[in-house]
């Protein structure tokens, strides 16, 4: 973690180099922004000083921006020494995605800083930008891209009136099963108070209105016994420490017939947790009381799970 005297120093360059033109606002803290493969699809407001500047930095004709702002409070391991340069120096630099610009705010996509941060500098990002940059790429998490590679698949047969995403995150496939599901009432459930502000805050940006996220543990979930249809797990089982505990509260919200949709990273292909095979998985969950049909894929199990009892 930087020290005071180093954050009051990085403030005062930042300061000199640029001047201060605005604020950040997101629902995440430090500790979320650890996340940075995962956040940089959330959203976040640029609130401006000067609100009839929007205009001035934000235009039509460019989809990305560069943003300088504070920088993060933050040390990354020295596998992710590219996040240090980039959001931990003497200011952060994000490039961005624009959603929305509106009288005295912007609203964008990739913004890595916490809330309150201030902006220094906003300034178009274009293609000849993107080829000086491609030996500076953002440190890829291998479980984003495996996901990237199977949801497209998989999100399009959940179904349900109900539907419950366990360990939602920063909100970004719940919100693609609410989108997938207009007429059903979609949650998600996260056990840390910023992740799931924050994952609200992208849903209202969006525009998405059948979802709500709450903040609760996948042992206790806030929800009333056989009371949703179909509930997911991706790349979440294998965190927890009692599986069996969380399967069998998934159990009880679900209605009779209800369904759960799992996916869990191939045995040897995570770095913690337990290393389960496909036979093993499967024999976890009818253990249980489901009947299970599974995939196995080159770096993934899937597992559709239905309730008999």
């Known amino acids: 973690m930087l020290s005071t005297k180093e954050l009051l120093s990085s403030e005062?360059?930042?300061?000199?180099?640029?001047?201060?033109?605005?604020?950040?606002?997101?629902?995440?803290?430090?500790?979320?922004?650890?996340?940075?493969?995962?956040?940089r699809e959330s959203i976040s407001e640029i609130r401006l000083k000067e609100p009839e500047s929007v205009s001035a930095y934000f235009s039509p004709d460019y989809s990305h921006y560069i943003v300088v702002h504070t920088p993060l409070n933050n040390r990354f391991p020295d596998i992710k020494e590219?996040?240090?340069?980039?959001?931990?120096?003497?200011?952060?630099?994000?490039?961005?995605?624009?959603?929305?610009?509106?009288?005295?705010?912007?609203?964008?996509?990739?913004?890595?800083?916490?809330?309150?941060?201030?902006?220094?500098?906003?300034?178009?990002?274009?293609?000849?930008?993107?080829?000086?940059?491609?030996?500076?790429?953002?440190?890829?998490?291998?479980?984003?891209?495996?996901?990237?590679?199977?949801?497209?698949?998989?999100?399009?047969?959940?179904?349900?009136?109900?539907?419950?995403?366990?360990?939602?995150?920063?909100?970004?496939?719940?919100?693609?099963?609410a989108k997938n599901n207009p007429d059903s009432q979609v949650y998600g459930i996260d056990i840390h108070d910023s992740l799931t502000g924050q994952a609200q805050m992208n849903?209202?940006?969006?525009?998405?209105?059948?979802?709500?996220?709450?903040?609760?543990?996948?042992?206790?979930?806030?929800?009333?016994?056989n009371s949703v249809d179909s509930a997911t797990c991706f790349f979440m089982l294998h965190h927890l420490e009692d599986i069996k505990t969380a399967l069998f509260e998934i159990k009880r919200v679900l209605k009779k017939g209800g369904s759960i949709t799992a996916i869990e990273p191939q045995a040897h292909r995570h770095p913690h947790g337990p290393q389960l095979s496909e036979s093993e998985w499967k024999e976890l969950f009818e253990d249980l009381g489901?009947?299970?049909?599974?995939?196995s894929l080159e770096r993934a199990v899937v597992l559709k799970a239905v309730k008999r009892d």
Do not use: H
Request: hydrophobic letters at 40%; one cysteine or more; charged letters at 25%.
């Open 12 to 39: 005062n360059k930042s300061r000199d180099m640029f001047g201060e033109i605005g604020s950040i606002r997101n629902e995440v803290d430090e500790t979320s922004l650890q996340i940075l493969s995962l956040f």
């Open 82 to 177: 590219e996040w240090k340069l980039r959001f931990c120096r003497d200011v952060g630099i994000s490039v961005v995605e624009l959603i929305v610009a509106e009288t005295g705010s912007a609203y964008v996509r990739g913004l890595m800083a916490a809330n309150g941060s201030k902006v220094y500098a906003i300034l178009p990002f274009t293609s000849t930008d993107a080829e000086k940059t491609k030996k500076a790429e953002f440190p890829e998490n291998p479980m984003a891209r495996i996901r990237a590679e199977l949801l497209p698949a998989v999100l399009p047969g959940i179904k349900g009136e109900t539907i419950l995403d366990i360990g939602s995150g920063f909100g970004n496939l719940t919100i693609e099963l």
């Open 203 to 225: 849903a209202e940006v969006l525009g998405v209105s059948n979802i709500e996220f709450k903040t609760g543990s996948a042992y206790a979930l806030p929800f009333e016994r």
């Open 290 to 295: 489901f009947t299970v049909e599974t995939e």
